[in-house]
Structure formats: C-alpha cells, structure tokens
C-alpha cells in the first residue's frame, strides 16, 4: 500500500482574520500560502496524518517531513533544526546516519543522471560529498 499524497493535510490560519485553510501535500507552491479575505500571508497550525499513512511508518513519516519543507517558514526551519541539533546524541548520530544514506542515495541519482533542473544542485552536491566523505566517515551506532 503506498501513501497518498491526500493522507497527509497542512492546516493554515491567517495571523490577521483567523481564516482557515487546509491543503493536501500533493499540492506544491514556492510562494507563502495567501488568505484569500485579506492577502495577508498564512502560516501553518498543524498536519494531519492519515492512519493509513502511518501505518506505512517510513513512508508516511517521509511524506509528513515532505509536507513539512512544502509549508515551512523561517523561523519553523530553526525550531526543527534546534529540535533534531539539541536531540539526545545517539539520536543525533543515528538521525545523521539516515541523512547520509539519503546523500549517498542522491548521489547515485548525479551519477546516473536522473535529475533535472529541480533537484540538480542537490543531486551535484550530494556527489561531491560523497566524493570527498565516503572513506573518511564513520558513524558507529554508541
Ligand atoms: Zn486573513
């Protein structure tokens, strides 16, 4: 069963007129979100998970993260770095594990060219990374 992209909902509120939206995470913008009464930008409340995306853990928790860097603003950026950052530190190392796996994965992705504009620096610095760190890192679980 894979996750839809509706099992995952991003709630939004208008600081100004308290109006509220919801918008699935299959819908992709680069722009803060507007109000639609007064044009004022919104900021997100809250997500919804389905029980059916968590019910598929990794997947469901990728698609919440995903969800996540769709709506985020500034200053959500830095809490959720402070909240992975000041984590217990074999969390930490097991967190960064993860991420390394995803380099190298991007990586893999530079090489065999399957990138386009969208995602071609990342795929590039994930090569390069992984160029310069794949002999030299180690990340033992302690
Ligand atoms: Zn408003």
Known sequence: ???HPKDVVVHY???KCGERKAVYLGVVWTEPTKCVKCEENMYVESFDVSER???EKGEGVARLL???VN???LSDEKEFI???VY???TLQQNLF???YKMIQEWAKMSIDGRFDLRNEGTVNACRKIVTILDREIALPFI
Do not use: D, Q
């Open 53 to 55: 995306a968590l019910s």
């Open 1 to 3: 069963m894979k996750v």
């Open 71 to 73: 709506a985020f603003h």
């Open 87 to 89: 984590e217990h530190r």
């Open 13 to 15: 509120e208008c600081p």
């Open 66 to 68: 995903m969800s996540y």
């Open 82 to 84: 402070n909240g992975c």
């Open 97 to 99: 594990r993860m991420i």
